[in-house]
């Protein structure tokens, strides 16, 4: 299934307050397989902070569509095509001022800087 996640959601379960994130969210609303909750069986979870049913994630600041899985088994085929590559992602984002194309492409990495975390460099 695929969930909108609103900007400035985490996707991981945060130690102090785990009940403030989208994985918390979705195993309050939806019947989500409670394998995908064990650490042993998915490894997203392993060292604290996983991200449970969620295929994959988005950084906090980003707002978009998440895709989900309610069994384990889905969410291995679906990471496996993650692994693999097979996964095309897309990002629309909006520019406050005026822009010399009305459309275009950014065809290169953006990062964050280690040194400032807050701060996104191109």
Do not use: H, P
């Given at each position: 299934m695929v969930v909108y996640k609103p900007a400035f959601y985490r996707c991981q379960l945060p130690d102090d307050h785990p009940e403030d994130s989208i994985v918390s969210w979705l195993c309050r609303q939806y019947e989500i397989d409670p394998e995908l909750m064990n650490e042993e069986l998915n490894p997203a979870l392993s060292g604290g902070g996983g991200f449970g049913p969620m295929c994959h994630r988005l950084d906090k600041q980003t707002s978009g569509p998440v895709l989900i899985a309610r069994k384990l088994e889905s969410?291995?085929?679906?990471?496996?095509?993650?692994?693999?590559?097979?996964?095309?992602?897309?990002?629309?984002?909006?520019?406050?001022?005026?822009?010399?194309?009305?459309?275009?492409?950014?065809?290169s990495p953006i990062r964050v800087r280690r040194t400032e975390k807050r701060e996104f460099h191109r």
């Open positions: 969410w291995k085929f679906i990471r496996r095509q993650f692994q693999k590559e097979q996964v095309t992602k897309r990002y629309v984002c909006l520019v406050d001022g005026i822009c010399a194309n009305d459309s275009g492409m950014i065809d």
